[in-house]
């Protein structure tokens, strides 16, 4: 199975694991490239309808996360060889939650590995259809990790994600996690914003 870190721009093998891109998109000209076409408040709360009910165990993960990816940033790391202070804890945000439970079960009941959705969506169009508005974002993806401590140590020795997990001025967290039947099995994704 395959890494890839856009930061390096290179493909290595990681312990038999996936590790997506890791995208980050800022308060700038290309925020405004995603824009999606006003729909009304209903429409988008009615988006979430099919993660709301969730799997224990799945959402005991997600808890895990968010409470490693914490402890990493308020011990400060490493990432990429570029060291990064101590960093305020992120914030669960249930939209943030939505936009990553969804791109996870994406990718679980279609087999596929992308930031891109079975339906095109960019990480930015799932994080505002979730009704959630940003200055900044960014998503980690990961496949084939079977713990929570696991796929967070995967993403922190990938450049791309470290920074995202490190990056300061994201202040909310949305964590999801599913488990498949086939190719990679265990999905996971982590949405990152800041309002």
Known sequence: ??????????????????????????????????????????????????????????????????????????????????????????????????????????MGVNNFFSHTGSNGSTPWQRIKNAAYTYKSAAENIAAGYSTPTAVVNGWMTSTGHCKNIMNASLKQIGVGYYQGTTGYKNYWTQDFGTP
Not at 5 to 10: G, L, M, P, Q, S
Not at 12 to 22: I, S
Not at 81 to 90: C, F, M, Q, S
């Open 1 to 106: 199975m395959e890494a890839e870190d856009d930061y390096a721009d290179e493909v290595a093998e990681e312990m038999g694991e996936a590790l997506g891109e890791a995208l980050e998109i800022g308060d700038d000209e290309d925020t405004k490239a995603f824009a999606l076409e006003e729909e009304s408040e209903a429409d988008l709360v009615a988006w979430c309808d099919d993660i709301v009910s969730w799997n224990q165990t799945w959402s005991d993960y997600e808890a895990q996360v968010l409470t490693l990816v914490n402890q990493k940033r308020a011990a400060g790391a490493t990432c990429g060889g570029v060291a990064y202070a101590p960093a305020p804890a992120l914030v669960l945000d249930e939209r943030l939650r939505c936009a990553a439970r969804k791109h996870s079960k994406d």
